[in-house]
């Protein structure tokens, strides 16, 4: 049974998985996009804007991970986790110029 739906899961190890992919690969794919975006727009020298984006990614990736694990479905998980990345890198993309 899964608890969030009451409806019995497929199998309760994918969920587990996929949280377990969402930790890992998309928690770095948002960190990554968030340094890129912060060391496009933060107006320091260019070094300190890169290391300030790589510091601020380390806690993002961790919150990431904890968000994976919380007690949503795997879609929202990965949707939480996939749309702010596509926002943080276009918003790099375009304010990088």
Known sequence: MNPISNAPSAHPG?????R?????????????????FLAAVLPAARAEAVLAGMQW?????????VWAFSPVSPGKVWLG?????ALLA????V???
């Open 57 to 65: 990614s380390f806690a993002l990736h961790a919150l990431a991970a």
């Open 20 to 36: 377990l992919l969402a930790a890992v690969f998309g928690g770095y794919l948002l960190a990554s996009a968030l340094a890129v």
């Open 14 to 18: 994918l969920s587990v998985l996929s």
């Open 90 to 93: 276009a918003g790099a993309l």
């Open 81 to 85: 986790i996939a749309l702010p990345s």
């Open 95 to 97: 304010l990088g110029r």
